[in-house]
């Protein structure tokens, strides 16, 4: 397999996206209950309370997007991304700082070239999923 075509392809688990927008609906419950307990005075509490829901609003919204916006996601061996957007078209991007690998499961925070930046999560198997395997192989070498 020459070098060149060496690439993971890997698509989203709807679960996962589940998973990731009920966590932040619930975080974003938590801290609005932290902020109504605080012992200040009312009217910080309600400005603390409604800055808080307006950012939690905007992240949640536009991790919403960028699941919208994703239908695929392919990492070639040089460290090059593209995203497989609404229409069908590979998009490239950037990979971005906070981008995670673990064994099981993958956080990749994504800029395209045009749009806002997105996030997802993966989950895989290396001895289940070749795409799984050749992700850990290029995510070693983009590393060093």
């Known amino acids: 397999m020459s070098s060149n075509s060496y690439s993971a392809y890997l698509t989203p688990d709807p679960w996962l996206r589940i998973v990731v927008l009920t966590s932040g609906r619930l975080l974003l419950a938590a801290g609005l209950a932290l902020i109504l307990t605080l012992d200040l005075d009312?009217?910080?509490?309600?400005?603390?309370?409604?800055?808080?829901?307006?950012?939690?609003?905007?992240?949640?919204r536009r991790l919403q997007h960028g699941f919208n916006f994703c239908k695929a996601v392919r990492m070639h061996s040089d460290g090059h991304v593209e995203v497989?957007?609404?229409?069908?078209?590979?998009?490239?991007?950037?990979?971005?700082?906070?981008?995670?690998l673990l064994r099981n499961l993958a956080w990749l925070r994504l800029q395209p070239a045009s749009g806002p930046a997105l996030a997802e999560l993966f989950r895989g198997n290396a001895r289940d999923s070749h795409d799984w395997r050749r992700l850990q192989v290029i995510w070693r070498h983009i590393g060093a």
Do not use: P
């Open 42 to 60: 009312a009217a910080i509490r309600a400005a603390g309370s409604l800055f808080w829901m307006a950012v939690g609003r905007f992240e949640l």
């Open 84 to 100: 497989l957007n609404t229409h069908m078209e590979w998009q490239s991007c950037c990979l971005l700082s906070g981008s995670l």
